[in-house]
């Protein structure tokens, strides 16, 4: 693709004496590449937890994905959190990533800076969480706890009136998130409920120490490509919040989103969807990358099922 962009460009600036500007843009396009932004996604996002037992007692942990809301003992929050997917067959540091997010409600803007020394392994996940939520277990996977006490790693605009306390925090009605590279560029987003508000849809999340020019871009600024909305109706009655203890999710990994929720604890850190046969259902193994060449592998037959089998094989697959 390089060549044949240089090649066709190349005729169009013939006649300029200095092309050194152009080879800084291919420079540039391959170090764009090469790093991947393009390739890490929001994959599973989790706004509404079901509450937890912690040192004994059942606890609260919906209200923020950092900082604390205590209305009572019981409620300590910081359980909320989300899943990064990276889709390319090669690691992907994400240090100094941003996750950020508007909320009308308090009519703040919050984000979080990932620490340095973060990458994603080839087709798999990083799990952002509060301090409050359960350990993933799964094994091509970072985790990466985002406590409280990290001050200059997270952000919001203004303490909540109610109790001064500082949390970055998913509205179960209507919200947004958006991830951003380290340069600040929008990446990939995701809205829930109805039709973002004018407010929360142009306010822009604010930025641990305060560079990228105070703010990281709004949700409007995603391309429509880069952002998408899952409706739902959140329940005012007293009924129950229908995305209690559930997850929006991307079904395969790195795929579309789906319009049904999974179950918060089934697909934690692990792989959204099984391998499914007519004849039995094996846990799913990592996707994929393409074999080198040369080389020999060992297989070994399924109990149970019809042959023919067929077989998926990968780097990195048992």
Known sequence: ??????????????????????ITLILLFNLFIQNGYSQVVINEVSICPNDRMIAG????????????????VNEPAAGEWIELYNNSCSPIDISGYYLGTFNSIDGEGMSYKIPS??????????????????????????????RESEVSSFCIDFP???NNNQRMWFSNSTGWVGLYNSSGLALDALSWGGVLSSTNSNGKPCVPGNPLSLGLPSYSSFPSANKKNIPYTFATDGSGDPIK???????????????????????????????????????PIQP???????????VSLPTGGVSPYEFKIGVGAP
């Open 1 to 22: 693709m390089n060549v044949y962009l240089f090649q066709m460009t190349n005729s169009l600036l013939r006649n300029m004496k200095d092309r050194c500007f152009f």
């Open 57 to 72: 007692l059942s606890v609260k942990v919906d209200g923020s994905i950092i900082g604390t809301f205590p209305l009572s």
């Open 117 to 146: 020394g973060k990458i994603i392994p080839s087709k798999g996940f990083a799990i952002i969480r509060g301090e409050n939520t359960a350990i993933p277990t799964g094994s091509n996977l970072i985790d990466i706890v985002a």
């Open 160 to 162: 909540h009136p109610s």
């Open 245 to 283: 203890g559930k997850t929006f999710v991307r079904i395969p990994d790195g795929g579309a989103w789906s319009s049904t929720y999974a179950s918060e604890t089934s697909s934690y850190g692990t792989n959204n969807q099984p391998i499914v046969n007519l004849d039995f259902t094996i846990t």
């Open 288 to 298: 994929t990358c393409a074999l080198p060449s040369g080389g020999s592998i060992a």
